[in-house]
């Protein structure tokens, strides 16, 4: 079966610099989401999409921004970077539904030096 | 807004035995969704095993089961005959369902023991 595609899987930038993730969803799903682990860390949310809008901003720095294009992928540009936004970036996708059951992406490492 | 509390950092248990992990969670919504994560070293996020909070039954999947308790908002994974390849952090999460976002725990570090 099809999963969460994310890329790049590694990333390393310098301080300062811009970045962008991309993730594409599984097939038919409506709603992607995007996740920031820091090491040792739980997942924390981003921001997510439902069909292609933004439905719903959580803990994003203004210095993020993400958008969903019309094939349903989703990218995640980062700029201004910062030594703090070293984490694991992790997309997941859902297809409505009551449950909202997320399939995670394999996640980018970024870090910055 | 939502809390998951896990208040065991680290765990361990011998393989084929049986290992509870606790997970508490606070919310004022009626209806929402208990989920369980793994997360073994590779660091895909895995989901092991889902409840609808509005199922008195509790959910199972195999090896693994939750004792769902809406009232006390306690919902434990209990993994049976424990195997190695279950080493990993296990993750307690919320979602209020449809297309909202998981809110986690904290997470349990299982170390699985020969």
């Known amino acids: 079966a099809a999963g969460v595609i994310q890329s790049p899987r590694h990333l390393i930038k310098e301080k300062r610099e811009t970045a962008t993730l991309k993730c594409y969803p599984i097939?038919?799903?409506?709603?992607v989401y995007w996740y920031q682990q820091g090491p040792g860390q739980d997942p924390q949310f981003l921001i997510s999409?439902?069909?292609?809008?933004?439905?719903d901003k959580g803990s994003i720095p203004d210095r993020f921004s993400a958008q969903q294009f019309s094939d349903y992928h989703s990218e995640l540009n980062m700029s201004s970077l910062e030594l703090g936004d070293s984490a694991l970036y992790f997309c997941a996708s859902s297809f409505g539904g009551a449950y909202n059951e997320q399939f995670f992406g394999p996640g980018t490492r970024l870090t910055v030096l | 807004a939502q809390t998951v509390t896990q208040s065991q950092p680290e765990m361990s248990v011998q393989e084929a035995e049986t290992v509870t992990l606790s997970c508490t969670y606070d919310?004022?919504?009626?209806?929402?969704?208990l989920f369980w994560y793994k997360q073994p070293p590779s660091r895909q996020m895995i989901l092991v095993i889902r409840?609808?909070?509005?199922?008195?039954q509790n959910a199972t999947e195999n090896r693994f089961s939750v004792n769902f308790q809406k009232a006390a908002k306690s919902f434990s994974l209990k993994i049976s005959d424990s195997q190695l390849g279950d080493t990993a952090m296990y993750f307690c999460?919320?979602?209020?369902?449809?297309?909202?976002?998981?809110?986690f725990g904290k997470g349990t570090k299982l170390t699985v023991n020969p």
């Open positions: 999409f439902y069909e292609k809008m933004q439905s």
């Open positions: 999460a919320f979602s209020k369902g449809g297309s909202e976002k998981l809110v």
């Open positions: 919310t004022s919504e009626s209806n929402y969704y």
């Open positions: 409840q609808e909070a509005y199922k008195q």
């Open positions: 097939p038919r799903h409506d709603t």
